[in-house]
């Protein structure tokens, strides 16, 4: 049974999830054991289906790899009295974020425990509103790097006993090694323990594999501490001279204007700074870097990790033969054009790929790229701007002004549609999976 059979559809819950803690049973409520008792089908990971043996009369079904496929097998189950397992709350980092977008949330019971954020809270007194919470569970350690700032409290989720020391050594790598970092294991169960360290002086050994890193950031002199604000020092970034610079990327990336949810294509991405403070701006945010350069290519992704958005998809590649590769991926909310852009059809597949109501920002520092954009703007209208910086500099045993090269920019948004006034195609969900199932 565990591999699959159609049933009939419903509007009536057939599918409880029970969030389990480790205390197991005990710290189930009526409703969630007579649930598990009266399921003909229990999915679940192989540590949740021990701890509710006890009440399970139907078939147990541990979850089987690929996931996606589990997923297939319990959506096939439509009508019959099924409970899948979950980890705390599952909603929250868990497999009910999964299910509910394969099934109605009318044919869904849900039945939470305090996830491992809110156990880990009332253990040391945080307040969760004010908490960086942060699934760590099978995603880079990486993510954790924009949140490093002096003072903010992190709960971070790791995947296995190696995480926290994996956690304590990136605190000590980006000069945050003077944090404190308590870790809480297998909270709620018999094998509950936390203890409390210093990034620097961490020595634990034997961690449990179920573990919740809470961090309170101190930060050294020469942490890398990644500001809230648009356009990062550029020093911060690994590149070989081809980078926005950080006053031109801050007023690129106000005419970018990200917005919830949406795709940018950096097209002759450099250094990748741009389409890395996209990303920064909101977690929901994602882009494609293009860089024909193979060895930018490599250092956009080191970039990347560095800044905490290991997550940014980097294609080395020219345009327009480059985004041949992206017919998979959503259409651009929003386009940049850097390097490049002088370069024959590159302008023609930006315009072509954007969507409808979407913006394209481009930059030049070149007469050829100029001229491009200044025959955009006719054809197309938008906006061009100017833009001018100088930098005080030393002149003999003096101070004078030193001009960077002028940027042109032009900035348009593709026209909607009178019949519809939009048509984005609908984006797909977030990734916000990481709390073991």
Same mark, same amino acid.
């Given at each position: ?20 803690? +480790? ?13 598990? *008792? ?9 540590? /949740? ?87 760590? /569970? ?8 924009? /949140? ?29 090694? *003077? ?12 094998? +509950? ?14 961690? /449990? ?24 020092? !550029?020093?911060?970034?690994?590149? !070989? ?64 990790? *560095?800044?905490?958005?290991? !997550? ?9 033969? *480059? ?44 007469? +050829? ?65 990481? +709390?073991?199932?």
């Amino acid at each position: 049974m565990c591999d699959g059979e159609n049933a009939s559809l419903t509007t009536q819950p057939w599918l409880t999830i029970v969030g389990l803690g +480790e205390d197991g049973l005990a710290g189930l409520g009526e409703e969630a054991k007579q649930a598990i *008792a009266g399921a003909r089908l229990v999915f679940g990971g192989t540590r /949740h289906l021990a701890l509710a043996a006890p009440l399970i009369t139907g078939e147990s079904c541990p979850w089987s790899s690929p996931f996606e496929t589990a997923i297939d097998v319990v959506v096939a189950m439509a009508g019959m009295p099924v409970v899948v397992l979950a980890s705390g709350d599952p909603f929250f980092f868990g497999v009910g974020v999964t299910l509910s977008r394969r099934i109605d949330p009318a044919q869904m019971r849900v039945l939470p425990a305090p996830s491992a954020f809110s156990l880990a809270a009332a253990r040391l007194g945080w307040a969760l509103q004010d908490t960086v919470c942060l699934s760590l /569970h099978g995603r880079p350690l990486d993510l954790i790097r924009p /949140h490093l700032h002096a003072g903010t409290r992190i709960l971070a989720l790791t995947s296995d006993g190696d995480g926290p020391a994996a956690v304590a050594e990136l605190l000590r790598n980006t000069g945050f090694g *003077a944090s404190a970092l308590t870790v809480l294991e297998a909270m709620g169960g018999p094998q +509950e323990r936390v203890s409390l360290h210093t990034a620097d002086g961490f020595d634990l050994v034997d961690c /449990h594999s179920l573990n919740v890193c809470a961090i309170a950031v101190v930060a050294g002199r020469q942490a890398r501490v990644l500001a809230l604000s648009p356009g990062l020092a !550029d020093d911060l970034f690994e590149h !070989d001279g081809q980078i926005t610079k950080r006053e031109v990327r801050a007023l690129t990336l106000s005419a970018l204007s990200p917005r919830r949810g949406e795709w940018l294509w950096d097209i002759g991405a450099g250094a990748g700074s741009i389409a890395i403070e996209w990303m920064l701006a909101d977690p929901s945010l994602r882009a494609v870097a293009i860089e024909a350069q193979p060895e930018r290519a490599e250092r956009i992704g080191r970039n990347a990790r *560095a800044f905490g958005v290991p !997550d940014l998809r980097v294609v080395a590649g020219s345009v327009p033969q *480059a985004l041949a590769g992206l017919s998979e991926a959503p259409r651009p909310d929003a386009i940049f054009v850097g390097g490049g852009g002088s370069e024959p059809g590159v302008m023609d597949a930006a315009l072509a790929a954007l969507r409808p109501g979407g913006r394209l920002v481009a930059n030049a520092v070149t007469t +050829e790229m100029e001229a491009v954009l200044l025959a955009a703007h006719a054809a197309h209208g938008g906006s061009l701007t100017r833009i001018d910086v100088a930098r005080a500099s030393p002149v003999g045993t003096m101070t004078g002004w030193r001009p960077a090269m002028p940027v042109t920019q032009w900035s348009w948004t593709r026209p909607l549609p009178d019949d519809t006034g939009d048509d984005a195609q609908e984006r797909p969900q977030e990734n916000t999976q990481g +709390e073991p199932v």
